[in-house]
Every structure is written in C-alpha cells, then in structure tokens.
C-alpha cells in the first residue's frame, strides 16, 4: 500500500441553514402575507420587476441587477428614457429623449432628423398689426354721440342753439331741421365764396389762424362766433377736427333736362360717402349736367359727402332720393341714351352709334353688388371699359372717371 492510503480519511460534516438555489440577496421590504402569492401588493403597480415562485426554487431578480448600462449601450438610438439619470445621474441628452412641445424655441432650424431628411424651416411671423385710427366717426357714432349729448343738463355748456347744431351730425337730425355742416378750411372756403346765400353762420375755435378764411367771411357779412375745443369735437365727423365749420340750409339746384347738351349720371345704391363725392367732383371736372341720386344712395348732406367733394357737390345740379325706373323712362323721352356699365358688355363707349353719343346718361351702381340687372335690363346701351384680365372691375369712382372722360372727348368730337 502507497502511503497516500494508509493515511487517515477525514471527515468534513457541514450543516446548511438556508434552501438550496436561494441567493444572498439584500434583505428586502417583506410583503403583506407571504403565503399569499396571488394579494395586491406582490407586484408593484406599474414596475416591470418579475417574481419567481420560491417553492420551484427559481431565482429573484433584483431592480438594481436590470439597470441599465449606458456604457454598453450608448449606440442604441430606442433605449428607453431612464428615470435615474434625471434623478442626478448626469445631465439629460435633449437629442435622445422623445421631442416635445416647447424642446426649441419657434423659428429655428432644426436641423436633419434621423432619418436623414432636412425639416423645413418655420419661419417667424409678423407681429398682427391693429387696423389704423379711421379719422371719419361713422353714424352709428355720431347718433350715440348726439344722443348722449341732448341727454344732458342745458347747463352744463349745452344750450338750445348748440343742441340744433348736433342735431345735424345725424341723418335724421339734417331732416328734422333741414340743414347741415360743411367742416373744414376749403369746404368753408367753398361755401362762403360760391354758395354764401345758404350759409347761416360760421363756428370756430378761438385762436383759429387763417386770416384768409376770416377776411372773406368778413366780407360776405357771416355771423362768426367761437366755440371751446371741447365743443368743436362733439360737432366734428373726424377725430382730428380743423377748427372751423359752416352751418347752412339745404339746398340744391334741379337739372335742366330739355336744354342740356352734356352728360348725366343716375347713381344707384352707392353707399360710401367717399365714393359719392368723388362721382361730384368727377362730375364738375368733366362739366356734366347734374346727378340723380336713386333711393338707397347715400345723402349728399353727410359730412363725408361734403368733405370729400371739398364743398363743390352743390355746384353740380342734382336731385336725390328718385326712383330711376321713372327717372330712365323720363330721360329717354327727353332723348337721353341711358348707357349702363356692365361687366357682361360686348362693347366699349366709342363702339356705340355716334348719333346715340349726343345726349348722354350714365347708370353706375353700388359699390359691392354692382347695378341693378333690372335697371340694366331698362337701359339702351351696356358698356365696359377695356383692361386687364387679372382685374375683374374698378372702384365705381373711378370708372365713373374714366367714362367721363371718353364721354367728353367724343362730345368734342362731334360738335
């Protein structure tokens, strides 16, 4: 026998404490009932740990042994978003957390996606822009305006003379007292040269500078009389008043149909004071024989009428407020061609019969909605004026402008 076997065998006993399988695992938090493995409480709500039944001996896994190695997988572009980074783990990567709202301020370029395509840029917009101060009050303003004036104690700086002056800041205040108010330095000018029998009187403020003004007011022996800042703005139809106005009967002269030799315009339905007191000054420009206003046309009296024709609509004869059937009927047997303006026409104004071109009426209608196709359908002639393809129609005063003009030069031509 070697000596390897006659030496002693020994004996190592050792006694096992804990299940077999089972790891050192740090003590953790013990559940509400152990045996329990089905109650709430088991698996914590909205964790993705997994427990594994004890009696198969399979093993627990710990959260700390899933975490998650950035080292190892820093090249993943879908690893998820880690809770503990945020927590103080370092600072948080913009670029691979999913994007959300308000990640780069607006306007910037964001440069390529993952993908590989460019976003197109966003661009800044302008900041919206408030509509400018209109300086013309409209009339739903100045009715509130004069109502809430007449309101008030006569005492208190509002007299009986002052009231009639308000009045005339509103349509239905300029019929109940037949009068109104030219407002401005050339449409006083105007009223006080050429128009001085239906001018009553004069108001201005004090320290008013246009010894021009004053000198012919003077002369054409107007009574003048001073108001307060404060008073001049109520009577004013503009936010920035020129410290002057005429206050003066109304009055117009009716045309001469049997002898006129010129032309005529009926206005249907215009609406903008504007407009109307250009179609005036386009009208005496051009040495027409006067205007007829139809029903639905605004007053000739408003101050936007008045300012805008700077004072010279009363040179041009005119009647308001007519029906234009009986009018287009009463024309035509006077001998008038009624030429209507439409965008339908064939024909432009020097295409018509020369002999139709003597005696002249032109029919110009509303600003939006264009003139009635049923005082079209009364007239004699439809014209149009030739352009652009891009443009479908002119503004009513300037087409108005136009066919004066042509008007006027044929006339010329045909005496």
């Known amino acids: 026998m070697s000596e390897e076997e006659n030496k002693p065998k020994r004996t190592v006993r050792m006694t096992l404490d804990r299940k077999f399988g089972v790891s050192e695992a740090p003590e953790r938090r013990p559940r509400r009932n152990d045996d329990d493995r089905g109650s709430f409480g088991d698996k914590p709500f909205g964790r993705g740990e997994r427990r594994f039944d004890r009696d198969r001996g399979d093993r627990r896994f710990d959260r700390g042994e899933r975490r998650f190695d950035r080292d190892r997988d820093e090249n993943r572009e879908d690893r998820p978003f880690n809770r503990d980074e945020r927590r103080g783990g370092g600072r948080f990567d913009r670029d691979r957390r999913p994007r959300r709202f308000g990640d780069k301020p607006f306007g910037r370029d964001r440069g390529p996606r993952r993908d590989g395509a460019v976003n197109a840029p966003v661009y800044r917009q302008r900041p919206e822009q408030k509509d400018p101060i209109d300086e013309n009050l409209d009339e739903a303003a100045l009715e509130a305006r004069a109502a809430q004036i007449e309101t008030v104690d006569e005492a208190a700086s509002n007299p009986p003379w002052f009231k009639k002056l308000i009045a005339c800041t509103t349509e239905k205040g300029r019929e109940r007292e037949g009068r109104f108010l030219g407002e401005g330095v050339h449409v006083v000018e105007e009223l006080v040269k050429h128009h001085r029998e ?54 117009s002269k009716k045309p001469v149909y049997e002898t006129s030799r010129s032309v005529l315009t009926l206005v249907d339905a215009v609406q903008d004071p504007g407009n109307l007191g250009t179609l005036f000054r386009t009208s005496l420009g051009f040495n027409s024989s006067g205007m007829i206003l139809g029903r639905g046309t605004v007053s000739p009296f408003n101050p936007k009428v008045v300012r805008g024709s700077s004072g010279t609509f009363l040179r041009v004869p005119f009647e308001f407020d007519v029906d234009l059937v009986d009018q287009i009927n009463f024309l035509r047997s006077k001998g008038y061609t009624i030429i209507a303006t439409d965008l339908h026409a064939k024909q432009s104004l020097r295409e018509i019969a020369p002999h139709k071109l003597r005696k002249m009426a032109f029919l110009v209608g509303n600003e939006g909605a264009g003139t009635n196709p049923y005082f079209i359908e009364l ?37």
């Not at 007011?217 to 002057?244: C, F, P, W, Y």
């Open 379 to 415: 007239a004699d002639e439809t014209v149009k004026i030739p352009m652009s393809s891009e443009l479908e129609s002119l503004n009513v005063a300037v087409a108005h402008g136009i066919l004066s003009y042509e008007a006027a030069q044929i006339q010329e031509e045909l005496k």
């Open 198 to 251: 239906i001018v009553i009187s004069v108001y201005m403020v004090e320290g008013f500078e246009n010894a021009e003004l004053l000198e012919a007011i003077n002369e054409a022996e107007i009574m003048l009389h001073v108001l307060t800042e404060e008073q001049m703005k109520r009577l004013s139809s503009t936010i920035t008043t020129q410290g002057i106005i005429a206050y003066c009967n109304i009055a």
